[in-house]
């Protein structure tokens, strides 16, 4: 192996020459502060050792790694994608065939998983978009959980940051002006019971008459996508969007057999010929939270309705909501209690 660094002697120090080292890659020079050659050898032996070593140990690791998993030097990354694409099911795991395809992971595609360096990765992420961000990431941490990687190829606080898009929510007017034009009745209705329940669209979809307990006047179902269940009484106008579903089966017979993306597309399409833009069937969600949030609405009966175990993300849905807060005087004088007259002289009575 080539060694890193060299010395020589050269020029005059305290009134002698002195051996100086450089480094053969950089060619950065710095004076030893000896005149000895067998010092200056033994300093140079110290600078070279740890990068014979380093080869060396990054050798012998990759000798046991073969041992303990045959295909560990010649697995890509192709395959790690393939592999994570075998244990997904449903829309996931188009989500990923989709993202597998991508151009931005052609640069790696065929890299061998135990040779990739933070560059490699750092040139998939140059200019990227937050998809290609967040699969690299899950691609990555597989590898990571797989053992395939001997060590993050990127430090996780090193990862740039994923930046999402502002999302917003429907207002009542737009909602309006779509279910007014909406001809088709099944779409129509579909869009109300979105506004009502603020489910994900596909939750909607595959909503069933089995789904609707109309003794207790509840809509009970599991989200799909979070595995939590999702509850909310009904009445009013709920209760008539409801009537006009059928009495038994799925709720949308033809929504429900449509791909995500069909749907997404004919709302857009929508909005486009009403000139509403920013924003896409999921919004609906965002509208739902915003208007619990402006009426008060307890938060845990919200996290409930909207299917979800996390305050935080209750929170990001309704973030942009118009909250009125009362001033504190306000508050604590609606909750003092109240002193009532009609008692006894000189003894009052507390009433909540």
């Known amino acids: 192996m080539k060694n890193r660094y ?40 110290e600078e070279n050792k740890p990068h014979h070593f380093a080869g060396y140990h ?33 829309s996931t795991k188009d989500r990923w065939e989709r993202a597998a395809k991508s151009k931005s992971f052609d640069t790696i595609r065929n890299l061998k998983v135990s040779n990739t360096k933070a560059d490699d990765f750092e040139r998939v992420l140059d200019g990227c978009n937050v998809s290609t961000n967040t699969y690299l990431r899950r691609l990555h941490n597989y590898a990571l959980d797989m053992s395939w990687l001997l060590a993050p190829v990127i430090a996780k606080r090193a990862w740039p940051k994923v930046k999402y898009g502002d999302q917003r ?9 779509i279910v ?22 596909s939750d909607t979809a595959n909503l069933k008459a089995e789904n609707i307990d109309w003794t207790n006047r509840t809509i009970c179902f599991d989200r799909k996508k979070t595995r939590q ?18 009495d038994s089966g799925n709720l949308f017979p033809y929504l429900s057999t449509v791909r995500e993306s069909d749907r997404a597309t004919e709302f857009k399409q929508r909005c486009t010929g009403l000139g509403i833009t920013g924003v896409t069937l999921h919004s609906y969600r965002y509208s739902w939270a915003e208007r619990a949030r402006s009426a008060g609405f307890p938060e845990r009966h919200a996290q409930t309705a909207l299917g979800h175990g996390s305050k935080a993300v209750a929170r990001a849905y309704a973030k942009h909501a118009e909250v009125n807060v009362p001033s504190l005087e306000a508050w604590e004088n609606r909750m003092k209690p109240t002193v009532a007259s009609d008692g006894p002289e000189g003894v009052s009575s507390l009433s909540a």
Request: glycine fraction near 6%; charge should be positive.
């Open 6 to 45: 060299r010395i020589y002697i050269r020029g005059k120090h305290s009134g002698g020459k002195v051996w100086w080292i450089q480094d053969n890659q950089t060619n950065q020079r710095r004076s030893l502060q000896t005149k000895d050659k067998a010092e200056a050898k033994g300093l140079l032996d």
């Open 58 to 90: 990054a050798q012998i690791a990759r000798v046991h790694l073969q041992v303990s998993d045959p295909k560990a030097l010649t697995r890509t990354w192709q395959e790690v994608m393939d592999s994570i694409i075998r244990k997904k099911t449903g």
């Open 169 to 177: 929510a429907i207002t009542l007017e737009e909602h309006q002006q």
């Open 180 to 201: 007014k034009c909406e001809k088709n009745l099944e779409r129509r209705t579909y869009y109300e019971l979105c506004w009502w329940v603020g489910g994900s669209q």
């Open 229 to 246: 269940n999702s509850k909310m009484s009904f009445d009013g106008q709920l209760e008539q969007v409801l009537r006009s579903l059928p």
